[in-house]
């Protein structure tokens, strides 16, 4: 696993589609904190890294499939695939050793906006005037979003060979898990399950570590729905052997 995890960061970082995904997301995310008026810290003249965990989530939806779109799928058409069979490792070490590599990523990309966060430090009145638990709580619950658009965006490369169809697949899995439950809720018909329906979504969980409660009910969701999508991952391969 740990072997397979390595190799998928070496390749990453070999790869101009690593350093593509990390620079769009961090210009997504300075264009929104600094340049639009309707978001700008600077027009807003309200300290706060909300933008961040607002349109975060939307720009990982897009960004984390282009990451994982070749996991499998160039594998099963290249034929490494049957390589990485022969290996004395079973298929689920495979897909978590790609999974974590995809989180390491992740961090990379994360890491970065820590500079965001000590120049609207800097620019509080006073200094430092920021909710930091807030802050810790969505920088948690966007690391955890982005792990299941990991898991999920394995799945998708697991199931087909081409990485087009499981880049196309897994922003649209990625986009309902976070935002299809939550569309359905706000539909009248389903007034008395809204709050069940919201529950079940991404975006309920999300937005609840975002003010900054780390609650284990949350954690335990996300945590749930990647080892799904990682077992349908693992049984998706197991099927192909």
Request: contains cysteine; glycine residues 6%; charged residues 10%.
């Amino acid at each position: 696993m740990i072997t397979v995890m390595i190799k998928e960061i070496n390749e990453f970082l070999y790869s101009f589609i690593a350093y593509l995904v990390i620079g769009v997301f961090l210009v997504g995310v300075s264009v929104v904190l600094w340049v639009f008026p309707e978001t700008s810290i600077l027009e807003y003249g309200y300290a706060s890294m909300e933008p961040l965990f607002t349109v975060g989530p939307y720009l990982l939806m897009f960004l984390i499939p282009a990451i994982t779109m070749k996991s499998f799928a160039e594998e099963k058409r290249t034929g490494t695939i049957e390589l990485l069979y022969t290996l004395p490792i079973r298929s689920s070490a495979i897909v978590i050793g790609k999974f974590l590599a995809a989180c390491v990523l992740i961090l990379f990309a994360l890491i970065p906006t820590l500079v965001y966060y000590y120049s609207i430090y800097q620019l509080g009145n006073p200094v430092g005037n920021l909710d930091a638990s807030g802050i810790i709580g969505s920088y948690i619950g966007l690391f955890f979003l982005g792990a299941v658009f990991a898991s999920i965006g394995i799945f998708s490369s697991s199931v087909t060979e081409n990485q087009i169809v499981s880049f196309v697949l897994a922003a649209f899995l990625c986009f309902i898990s976070y935002q299809g439950l939550a569309a359905i809720a706000s539909i009248d018909l389903w007034v008395i399950w809204a709050y069940y329906l919201q529950y079940w979504g991404i975006m309920y969980h999300y937005n609840a570590m975002s003010k900054g409660v780390i609650d284990l009910a949350n954690i335990t969701y996300f945590i749930s729905f990647i080892t799904l999508m990682l077992m349908a991952s693992n049984y998706s391969l197991d099927a192909r052997k």
